[in-house]
């Protein structure tokens, strides 16, 4: 079966240390990888994708994450965290020829100052 | 470029009752997907538009769940007989007809079902 994993219900990291959020993956083919943060009460916002080329992939609010591909990864990362980072992230792959994306349970990344 | 609206945003009903949520994407995106979203978990998907054509449905989507897209711009999401497993924020996403593949969510509607 398809599915996205997101081995940490939460991450915790102090301000401006780094963060890195993790992500692995079971889709056959080559999926399109995605990553979205949620603020309480609030939407899905788009922060970055991967769909193919280089490895390492920047997004909106300073964060990147990296595509392995042996190892199925797509890790989510910022070089130094802000307090205003605090939110609930999704990782999300797109399987080859489908238009839907699949979630993981997502990780609820707490910034203390 | 307002974004995807969805209404209403809160909806709190009795078991039995029928609820109905709309969904406007942003202006010229073809492509429109319903998830749902319950506590402590990701969004599931339901089901796919691309214009007014229906062209993908999840198992998750029982025959109490019908959705339409009927001009291909806002799309409507019709729950009968609600039960309290139907709980959950039901979001709403678009993706531009470019084939960028970034689908772009509304705030959602959370439903209560008493």
């Known amino acids: 079966a398809q599915s996205v994993a997101q081995p940490e219900d939460q991450v915790n990291v102090a301000e401006g240390n780094p963060l890195t959020v993790k992500c692995t993956y079971s889709?056959?083919?080559?999926?399109?990888l995605f990553w979205y943060v949620q603020y309480p009460n609030r939407g899905l916002q788009f922060l970055l994708k991967?769909?193919?080329?280089?490895?390492l992939v920047k997004g909106s609010y300073g964060f990147e994450a990296e595509f392995n591909k042996s190892q199925t990864s797509f890790h989510l990362k910022k070089p130094s965290a802000l307090v205003s980072d605090s939110a609930l992230y999704f990782c999300?792959?797109?399987?080859?020829?489908?238009?839907?994306?699949?979630f993981g349970t997502g990780t609820r990344l707490q910034v203390f100052p | 470029d307002t974004g995807v609206s969805q209404d209403p945003r809160h909806k709190i009903t009795k078991r039995g009752q029928n609820v109905t949520f709309r969904c406007d994407p942003i202006s010229e995106h073809n492509r429109l997907y319903w998830y749902r979203q319950t506590l402590g978990q990701g969004p599931e998907f339901l089901t796919y538009f691309q214009n007014e054509a229906q062209l993908e449905k999840s198992r998750l989507l029982s025959d109490r769940f019908s959705a339409e897209r009927p001009k291909g711009s806002f799309s409507t999401l019709e729950i009968q007989r609600t039960e309290q497993g139907d709980s959950a924020m039901y979001l709403c996403?678009?993706?531009?007809?470019?084939?960028?593949?970034?689908?772009?969510f509304g705030p959602g509607t959370r439903l209560l079902v008493l």
């Open positions: 889709v056959s083919g080559n999926p399109y």
């Open positions: 999300a792959v797109r399987p080859p020829n489908t238009d839907k994306l699949i």
């Open positions: 991967y769909i193919t080329g280089d490895n």
């Open positions: 996403a678009s993706t531009p007809a470019d084939g960028q593949e970034t689908q772009y």
